[in-house]
């Protein structure tokens, strides 16, 4: 059998995606061939992307397009723009997209893009430029029967539009089937712009449920006040009746113990571009966030947020991942011991890749449906596979990261072997 990684808390993402994959694996008791297919992508890209600045100069941009597995359908996966974005840390998100759509059952399999830029630096102009080219680069390997991007970190519908129009061109005819996440007018789905908020919001009511917490009065902190972030304080309050008595962003975080308006805190971070000086709260800082007292902590920023120096100060009850890979190893061997229930981030912010998928098969069927389909569609997906989840938790007695991975990882292998790829 082939040996698990050492790990360590510095691990990079993939690192850590490899040793997790093997934890499954030693669970399922899967094969040798197989092990070494699944802990590397099958291809990757690796892009220069020249842009002419608005100050004239040309600064040449790097990009990574990466298809982790593509044994259940075509890969699926967001495009960051992000100034610190990595290979490894590409490669880490599609291999956690493989299991994320083979966990919602979806016939796809899993990518991931990513470009080293900062978006904040950038004028629209530029970012429409940057769009274009990586598109260009990337053509021959995209696709609505290949691989179909979606916007992920700073990344939005209008550049998505861009990167839609982009292909359509080269092709030469309309193909809206290319890209998720679209503006409405351009085959974008209904309930897309809050999908991986709704999706977390499903997975938290299921496991109240199974913890028998009763979600009205309940409380919540949340690490990370973007998209993904608001939405979720914001849904907590309208479908659960939970209140987040701390919210945080780069720029800080802010406290009120009767509760925070997830409104008013979306409201001034518009106009001040950070949550910090919001009316009626006090500051608080990130690591005083992560360990308030509070029923539901919803990390929903960016990688290695719970980690081994910090998970042993957590109390919330249940810690619902809405980010990707924001708790290390350590961090969870640590919120088991403390009897912390984890929603694993590629079961609890499914969400997203689901509508996403929803959009794909609206967009090649030319039929559109409503919120409210979209909306009772997403919760039967999540629901099913929170429970399939739990089901083999208490079945194999592991917990629901590994759980979640053992399901995902059997579907990906099966599909493998029906295929014959241990038989060419």
Not at 74 to 94: N, S, Y
Not at 136 to 153: L, N, S, T, W
Not at 252 to 262: E, L
Request: proline share 5%; hydrophobic share 40%; aromatic share 6%.
């Amino acid at each position: 059998m082939e040996a698990t990684p050492k790990t360590t808390e510095k691990m990079n993402p993939f690192a850590l995606a490899q040793a997790q994959l093997h934890k499954a694996c030693d669970k399922l008791g899967l094969e040798d061939q197989m092990r070494a297919v699944l802990q590397q992508p099958v291809r990757e890209l690796h892009v220069a992307l020249p842009v002419r600045m608005d100050d004239g100069r040309v600064q040449v941009f790097r990009g990574f397009r990466v298809q982790h597995n593509d044994a259940r359908g075509p890969c699926k996966g967001g495009i960051r723009f992000h100034p610190e974005e990595t290979v490894d840390t590409v490669r880490a998100l599609a291999m956690w997209m493989t299991w994320k759509c083979a966990l919602m059952d979806l016939p796809l399999g899993g990518g991931k893009g990513g470009v080293i830029c900062n978006p904040k630096e950038m004028s629209a102009r530029e970012l429409q430029q940057l769009a274009r080219e990586y598109i260009r680069q990337i053509y021959h390997m995209i696709g609505p029967d290949q691989d179909v991007p979606a916007p992920d970190v700073y990344t939005d519908p209008q550049i998505m539009a861009w990167m839609m129009d982009e292909y359509s061109r080269l092709s030469g005819y309309y193909c809206p089937g290319v890209i998720t996440g679209k503006p409405l007018q351009l085959g974008g789905s209904a309930g897309r712009e809050d999908a991986t908020a709704r999706g977390v919001i499903y997975t938290i009511r299921e496991a109240c449920r199974h913890l028998g917490i009763h979600p009205k009065g309940a409380t919540a902190a949340i690490q990370g006040y973007g998209n993904a972030g608001a939405y979720t304080a914001q849904l907590l309050k309208e479908l659960l009746g939970v209140r987040a008595l701390a919210v945080s962003d780069s720029r800080g975080g802010v406290y009120a113990p009767g509760g925070i308006d997830p409104v008013a805190a979306v409201q001034h971070k518009q106009r001040t571009r950070s949550v910090v000086g919001l009316a009626g709260t006090e500051p608080i800082g990130e690591q005083e966030l992560l360990s308030l007292e509070v029923d539901i902590l919803v990390p929903a920023a960016l990688e290695n947020v719970l980690t081994g120096d910090n998970a042993g100060n957590v109390r919330a009850k249940i810690v619902a991942e809405a980010a990707n890979g924001p708790t290390t190893l350590e961090a969870d061997d640590i919120l088991e011991d403390k009897g912390i229930f984890v929603i694993p981030d590629f079961l609890c912010n499914a969400g997203g890749v689901t509508v996403s998928y929803f959009e794909w098969v609206q967009n090649r069927s030319s039929w559109y449906w409503d919120h409210q389909e979209v909306y009772e569609r997403l919760d039967s997906r999540m629901t099913q596979g929170f429970r399939q989840v739990l089901a083999t938790a208490i079945e194999a007695k592991v917990d629901m990261r590994i759980a979640a991975h053992m399901v995902a990882v059997q579907r990906v292998a099966e599909a493998m072997r029906l295929r014959g790829w241990f038989e060419r």
